[in-house]
């Protein structure tokens, strides 16, 4: 199945910036498609940004024009570039992947629909 590790997570004041990495150990090009999700203590995990093989992106209205989500096919790479951080932002992120098109492009934010997780990194933001 492989990993997926996180990292480039930490704290921010409101209004800064993060970039997210997602090391997929080897198997980036064989998604359907790629996620972020987050949770929030004492809330849902919710998907933030999802990357499809085809290249194609999909956001939350939560995060739409603060972040993009990329990769790295060459480096086996997903990121997830995070403007303009609010406080709501806070939560620890996971990058998750999906080998099954039909699922993940039906339903792009249900957790069910992914395979493989990571263990999760904080993201916090402050004011």
């Known amino acids: 199945q492989g990993q997926l590790v996180e990292s480039g997570g930490g704290s921010v004041q409101t209004g800064g910036s993060l970039r997210l990495s997602c090391a997929a150990a080897?198997?980036?090009?064989?998604?359907?498609?790629m996620g972020w999700f987050r949770q929030a203590p004492g809330k849902e995990r919710e998907g933030v940004a999802q990357i499809r093989k085809t290249g194609g992106t999909a956001y939350t209205d939560a995060v739409k024009g603060r972040f993009t989500i990329s990769q790295d096919i060459a480096k086996n790479t997903m990121y997830l570039q995070m403007n303009s951080l609010k406080a709501e932002d806070t939560a620890t992120y996971y990058c998750?992947?999906?080998?099954?098109?039909?699922?993940?492009?039906?339903?792009?934010?249900?957790?069910?629909?992914?395979?493989?997780w990571g263990q999760g990194i904080q993201v916090t933001v402050s004011s």
């Open positions: 080897g198997f980036i090009s064989s998604m359907s498609c």
């Open positions: 998750a992947r999906s080998t099954t098109t039909s699922v993940c492009y039906s339903t792009p934010w249900a957790s069910w629909a992914y395979n493989t």
